[in-house]
Structure formats: structure tokens, C-alpha cells
């Protein structure tokens, strides 16, 4: 199998590829293949004992959707994106990958298919930011796409290209709405939800964070290894039992931010929580304030995908997977 991977060389992209590395295969086929393709050549992990090709280009140029296409990847991972924080401030910038970008990939699938009957599976990496303001309490699998960013309304447009494209037979498309991504590892990003992980991954390692809304503010979260996992079930998934409606909301956890503290409280105590530093922002809580809070993912869980159920089990993945199971300035 040759799996293509768009946006590899990003924090949830490097970590499938870690992942696919390891276990040698996905979807229950040995990969041959990986391609990997980012604004700088993502890097290969040296698990991988196939065939891999890092690639540096841009999405929003046709040639390069063209020049991908054209080496018929049987699985396609479409992770590339500018995130919600700077694709509300550069509004050019943000319609020409997270739109363009995609329409360029799906019409070099289409003519691919139009000339050889190449029909790829594509996992298209969607957002809860395709909802908006006002929400019931909790947002089930049939409430409709209002998005109140232009990230939202990005994915949203996509999304229904996506559904088009399956629908006409050019390829097998599934979106899946991935949740805030928390605790996010490294440092901090452009994405207006960067502060939900900054509260934790920092104070965790006895460094300062900035907390710019309330503690009062509930959001719908899950961790990077689920986020992995939607991935892979998505790959491997019968498309006839998702039908026609093939954008999913992803499982997850509805948290206050006060209770993302509380579990930090509980496992690194009140020295790491008294780290955090209230400082609003007005900008960033104006676009938080316009998100989902809480979903009813039934269907998803319905077809098989999982994610955790507490925040105390979101923050030991992240010590797990990112500190070696040990809270700095603790015992092992």
C-alpha cells in the first residue's frame, strides 16, 4: 500500500507517521509507500523499513496536488492546514490552503479517476469549528454547520466537497471532526486554542503559562494519541456503514477550563497550577466564545471510534507519551 500523507510534518502528522512506522501497516495492508509532504520535508522515522519520500511543497499550487496524484496513493491522509488563530488574522492566507488546497486535491483525484478509474481512500482532518454559536447543550450528529471563523467556514466548505466527491464516485471520503487536540506537546502554535494546552504541558514542567479567558469556559477536548486513532479507524472503515453523510463528530471530553486545573491539581499539585497567569484577551475569547461546548458523537462511537472520558486520562497520555511517566520534580 502507499499511504500519502498531507500536513506530515505537523504535531498530530508526525505522530501518525510514528505510528504507521511502527505497525508496518494500516487499514489490514502492509505499507510499501510512505510519502510525506509538508511546507518543509517532514522527517522519515527510521522504524520504517519500506519505501518513503519526504517532499517539500505547497498544497495551494495545483502542480503539486497534480504531481502527488500522480503517483496513485491508495490511502490519503489530509492533515495540511493553516490553524484557527492565524487563519482569522491572514484571511488570504487561510483560503488559499485550507480551501484551495483541498479543491486542488479533490480535482486532481476526480481527473485521475475520470482517466484511469483511480479511486483513493482520502481522511480529510476536519474541525468542531464548522459549528457555531447558538448551540443546543449538546451538539448531536444532526445539527447543522453555521461556523462563526473563517477556519470554520473553510472546513465546512470542504467538507461539503468531500461529501460531494465520495458521492459521485471519484473517491472514498471520510471527515472527521477532530475535538481541541490536548495536551499538545512542543511549543505553542498560532491556533486561538493553544492557551487549553499551555495551561497544562507548561506548568507541567515548572514553566509559566497564560490562561487569556475564563475558567469557566467549556470546550469539547481529546488527546493527540485519539486523535491518531480516528485517523487510523477512519483508513480502515466500511464506507457503507457511514453512508452518504460522511463528516463525523469524533468522541471526546466536554471540560471547563477550571476543570482542566483541577486535574492538573491532582497530578502535579498546587505549585504547578499556581503557574498559570490570568491575562484575557479579548480577540481570542471573542473567537473561543463562538465554539462548540459539547457534542453528542453517538454515531461515531457507533462505528467503532473511542476517545478518553476524563481530563485526568487526557493528561496521563500526555505524561506517557511526551515525559516518560514521570511529573517533572516527582518521584518515578
Not at 483508513?235 to 463528516?247: Q, T
Not at 473511542?306 to 486520562?313: I, K, V
Request: charged share 20%; hydrophobic share 45%; glycine share 10%.
Amino acid at each position: 500500500m502507499h499511504v500519502l500523507i498531507l500536513g506530515a510534518g505537523g504535531m498530530i502528522g508526525q505522530k501518525l507517521v510514528a505510528r504507521l512506522a511502527a505497525d508496518g501497516a494500516v487499514a489490514g495492508r502492509e505499507i510499501g509507500t510512505l510519502t510525506l509532504v509538508d511546507v518543509e520535508a517532514p522527517p522519515v522515522p527510521p522504524a520504517f523499513s519500506g519505501t518513503a519520500a519526504r517532499i517539500a511543497a505547497d498544497i495551494s499550487d495545483p502542480a503539486t496536488a497534480e504531481r502527488l496524484v500522480g503517483e496513485r496513493p491508495d490511502l490519503i491522509f489530509h492533515l495540511a492546514a493553516i490553524v484557527s488563530g492565524e487563519a482569522e488574522a491572514n484571511f488570504e492566507l487561510g483560503y488559499r490552503i485550507n480551501l484551495d488546497g483541498t479543491r486542488h486535491l479533490l480535482e486532481a483525484i476526480r481527473l485521475a479517476h475520470g482517466a484511469t478509474g483511480y479511486t483513493p481512500r482520502l481522511v480529510f482532518a476536519s474541525s468542531v469549528a464548522v459549528f457555531g454559536a447558538p448551540f443546543p447543550e449538546r451538539i448531536g450528529d444532526t445539527f447543522f454547520t453555521t461556523p462563526l471563523t473563517s477556519y470554520g467556514t473553510q472546513k465546512a466548505i470542504c467538507e461539503l466537497l468531500l461529501a460531494d466527491y465520495s458521492r459521485r464516485g471519484f473517491l472514498g471520503g471520510i471527515g472527521i471532526r477532530l475535538p481541541t487536540i490536548c495536551v499538545r506537546p512542543g511549543r505553542p502554535n498560532k491556533a486561538a486554542s493553544g492557551f487549553f494546552s499551555n495551561i497544562l504541558r507548561e506548568p507541567l514542567v515548572g514553566q509559566e503559562a497564560l490562561l487569556p479567558v475564563s475558567e469557566d469556559v467549556r470546550h469539547w477536548f481529546a488527546s493527540p494519541r485519539a486523535a491518531v486513532g480516528f485517523l487510523l479507524h477512519a483508513a480502515g472503515i466500511d464506507l457503507s456503514r457511514v453512508g452518504p453523510r460522511c463528516n463525523l463528530n469524533m468522541p471526546g471530553l466536554s471540560a471547563t477550563v477550571a476543570e482542566e486545573i483541577e486535574a492538573l491539581r491532582r497530578v502535579a499539585g498546587d505549585r504547578a497550577v499556581a503557574l498559570i497567569r490570568r491575562e484575557p484577551d479579548p480577540v481570542i475569547d471573542r473567537i473561543v466564545a463562538g465554539w462548540a461546548r459539547d457534542f453528542d458523537a453517538r454515531r461515531a462511537v457507533g462505528l467503532g471510534f473511542a476517545a478518553e472520558r476524563s481530563f485526568d486520562e487526557i493528561l496521563a497520555v500526555h505524561i506517557e507519551d511526551e515525559l516518560g511517566g514521570v511529573v517533572p520534580g516527582q518521584a518515578a
